[in-house]
């Protein structure tokens, strides 16, 4: 699995409210059990015109926004379903974290077990975010997963919430599975040591 240390990159604004998880990834392109692919779909009713054509108002498609691999959204974020293809489309399209001022819970567990980091900050630095990406596409900004911090240019360093097992999942590449493997051997002393003695 892929690790998450730290992370800089420029943005994608997207500062909206109470996007659901049907936005994120429509249900008609919910037909298959494959993670791949689904990033062309990613906000496919934001992006694309009746025909089929990239909106020239997508942010996503912006050649100035295009390669950001964090996006700054509002309040609310993943509310909906519970589909597990939200975060999916997300990673596919490229984006590694979300920076938002709430998560809705379903969606936020979702992100963390497939390596996408949720963050949430106030309102204030959210909104200020938004703006200064609007105005600066270029603007980077850096993510360090194990201070639990974000820099962000003029604003300052702010601290984030994460649950403890989640984020040393994150930083070793460690889905659920792989983190009980990592205990085998601790796992085959117990059993050892439950085996009855011969007499």
């Known amino acids: 699995m ?16 109470d996007i659901d998880t049907d936005q994120i990834i429509p249900a008609r392109f919910l037909t298959g059990t494959s993670k791949e692919g689904l ?21 996503f498609d912006a050649p100035q926004f295009r390669q950001g691999q964090v996006l700054v959204a509002g309040n609310n974020f993943g509310c909906g379903s519970s589909r597990e293809h939200a975060p999916w ?45 609007e105005a600066n596409p270029a603007l980077n900004i850096r993510i360090d997963l194990k201070a639990q911090q974000v820099s962000i240019p003029n604003q300052g360093e702010f601290s984030f919430e994460i649950n403890p ?26 059993e050892q040591q439950q085996k009855p003695v011969q007499v």
């Open 89 to 133: 489309s997300l990673k596919d399209y490229g984006i590694r974290a979300i920076i938002a001022i709430s998560f809705a819970d379903i969606f936020y567990n979702n992100a963390l077990k497939n390596f996408l980091l949720p963050i949430a900050l106030p309102q204030s630095v959210v909104s200020q975010l938004s703006q200064q990406v």
């Open 39 to 59: 990033g062309q779909n990613m906000f496919y009713d934001w992006r694309y015109d009746e025909q089929g054509q990239i909106k020239a108002d997508s942010m």
């Open 2 to 17: 892929e690790s998450f240390t730290t992370l800089e990159s420029s943005c994608i604004p997207f500062f909206r409210d």
């Open 165 to 190: 097992f989640r984020k040393k999942c994150l930083l070793e590449g460690l889905d659920d599975i792989a983190y009980v493997l990592s205990y085998l051997p601790n796992i085959e002393q117990f």
